[in-house]
Structures are given as structure tokens and as C-alpha cells.
């Protein structure tokens, strides 16, 4: 089993900035893909950001790209993302995921099934 724990969400003003971070902890993979869902109310849940761990390709939507950004700690097996120009579309909760990835593909999973693993959600939210 896997374990992911997010933090970091809370309340911030219309064009700041908000860090999240989510820790994984128990079962390990070769490699595996991590990567960042939100579910606003009413709305399904949609990708935001993914990183091919090993081989560090991203994968960013376009509704966010130029503003959030995925980084990792490989130490710490923690993923980032840097939230910036925070818009009102932006508040959500946001979700952490994982999956484990066979082989050396430079792909990095977006659709909510391919992932196995999911954290518990952290709550963003912006003020106009």
C-alpha cells in the first residue's frame, strides 16, 4: 500500500501564491509517476500536473501552465506544486496521486483512472 499525506492548502488572495506538498510513504517502485488532481464543487475532478519520477518529464494543463509548477524531492519522495497568479477558477480540493510505472517510458500519466493512489485532499482557496 501506498500512503499520501498533502499539505499546505488554506486561503490566499486573488494573484498570490500557495505551495502544496505531499509525502508518499510505504510501498516502493521502480518508478512511478506522481502528480496533482483538483475537484472544485459541482465540477469533476481534473488533472493539473504530473511528474515521471525517474525520468522527471512533466505534464502540465493548459488551464494552469505558466503558473503552477510540479516539482520533487527525490530524498524526501515529496512532490511540490508551486501555485502562482492564483485565479477564483483556482479553488478547489486538491488531490495528490500516484501509480506505478513499468519500464524506462518518458510518459506521464493525466486521466484520474491510471492512478491507484490517492491522498486525502487539501483545500485551496481564493479570495477576491
Known amino acids: 500500500q501506498v500512503q499520501l499525506v498533502e499539505s499546505g492548502g488554506g486561503l490566499v488572495q486573488a494573484g498570490g501564491s500557495l505551495r502544496l506538498s505531499c509525502a508518499a510513504s510505504?510501498?516502493?517502485?521502480?518508478?512511478?509517476?506522481m502528480g496533482w488532481f483538483r475537484q472544485a464543487p459541482d465540477k469533476e475532478r481534473e488533472f493539473v500536473t504530473a511528474i515521471n519520477w525517474s525520468r522527471g518529464t512533466t505534464y502540465t494543463a493548459d488551464s494552469v501552465k505558466g503558473r503552477f509548477t510540479i516539482s520533487r524531492d527525490n530524498a524526501k519522495t515529496t512532490v511540490y506544486l508551486q501555485m502562482n497568479s492564483l485565479k477564483p477558477e483556482d479553488p478547489a480540493v486538491y488531490y495528490c496521486?500516484?501509480?506505478?510505472?513499468?519500464?524506462?517510458?518518458?510518459?506521464?500519466?493525466?486521466?484520474?483512472?491510471?492512478?491507484?493512489?490517492w491522498g486525502q485532499g487539501t483545500q485551496v482557496t481564493v479570495s477576491s
Open positions: 496521486a500516484l501509480r506505478g510505472i513499468a519500464g524506462t517510458t518518458l510518459y506521464v500519466p493525466r486521466a484520474r483512472y491510471e492512478y491507484s493512489y
Open positions: 510505504g510501498r516502493t517502485f521502480s518508478n512511478y509517476a
